[in-house]
């Protein structure tokens, strides 16, 4: 049973577009967000987080938004960048439980 | 500053032979978590330690994962006999508190391959 989920497993965009990146959760009890970055061959890297009390986190290029009735969030990356081509992990915490879930990643390549 | 250290990189065995990853996590952080990723899959915590104690090891396969953080600083995952399905990459981190809001830093990982 796979609690937080990422349904696309790719995605390519031209540089200089927008990129979005869309996660679902289905464990309400979930109270903390993170975005996670991982290039080839390396481990995974932070990026983002949210808070459940929050429905925006911005930092630079990356923006984060929660919709806590719709159990998603999804992370924007204006403007993408080649760089940028990695894959991107979600994942999901909960105060008591304190085992972060990661979802199976989206692979991003941004075209020059 | 040092980040999460892992070796071997990569580790090629046959099946029923054991195998030892090291990891060595950042100065300061009290939490130490080992991930296994299967290929097109996300990280799936396998133990978690606060300092030298395993407070989380419910997804360990038991029978024939190990796991030890004498002095709570460096850690060892053992795995006797491997079996063809261990073939993953195995991911250390660490971070200085176990809440969310405590990022985890990973490791370069471990890649095993049983054949």
């Known amino acids: 049973d796979q609690q937080v989920k990422q349904n696309s497993p790719s995605l390519s965009v031209q540089e200089g577009r927008i990129s979005i990146l869309n996660c679902d959760y289905t464990?309400?009890?979930?109270?903390?967000f993170l975005w996670y970055k991982k290039y080839p061959a390396e481990g995974p890297t932070f990026l983002i987080s949210?808070?459940?009390?929050?429905d925006k986190n911005e930092d630079g290029r990356f923006t984060v938004f929660l919709n806590k009735s719709a159990k998603h969030l999804s992370l924007h990356i204006v403007p993408s960048q080649p760089g940028d081509s990695a894959v991107y992990f979600c994942?999901?915490?909960?105060?008591?439980?304190?085992?972060?879930?990661f979802g199976k990643g989206t692979l991003l390549t941004v075209n020059p | 500053e040092a980040g999460v250290v892992q070796s071997p990189r990569y580790k090629i065995i046959e099946k029923k032979q054991p195998v030892a990853f090291w990891c060595n996590p950042i100065?300061?952080?009290?939490?130490l978590y080992w991930y296994l990723q299967n290929l097109g899959q996300g990280p799936e915590l396998l133990i978690r330690?606060?300092?030298?104690?395993?407070?989380?090891d419910s997804q360990l396969p038991k029978d024939r994962f190990s796991a030890e953080r004498l002095k709570g600083v460096d850690s060892t995952l053992k795995i006797q006999p491997a079996e063809l399905g261990d073939s993953a990459v195995y991911l250390c981190?660490?971070?200085?508190?176990?809440?969310?809001?405590?990022?985890?830093?990973f490791g370069a990982g471990s890649r095993l391959t049983v054949l």
């Open positions: 981190a660490s971070s200085l508190g176990s809440s969310g809001a405590n990022v985890l830093t």
């Open positions: 464990n309400s009890m979930f109270d903390y």
């Open positions: 949210i808070s459940s009390i929050k």
């Open positions: 994942a999901a915490i909960w105060g008591s439980n304190y085992k972060l879930t």
């Open positions: 100065s300061g952080h009290n939490t």
């Open positions: 330690y606060e300092n030298e104690e395993a407070v989380d």
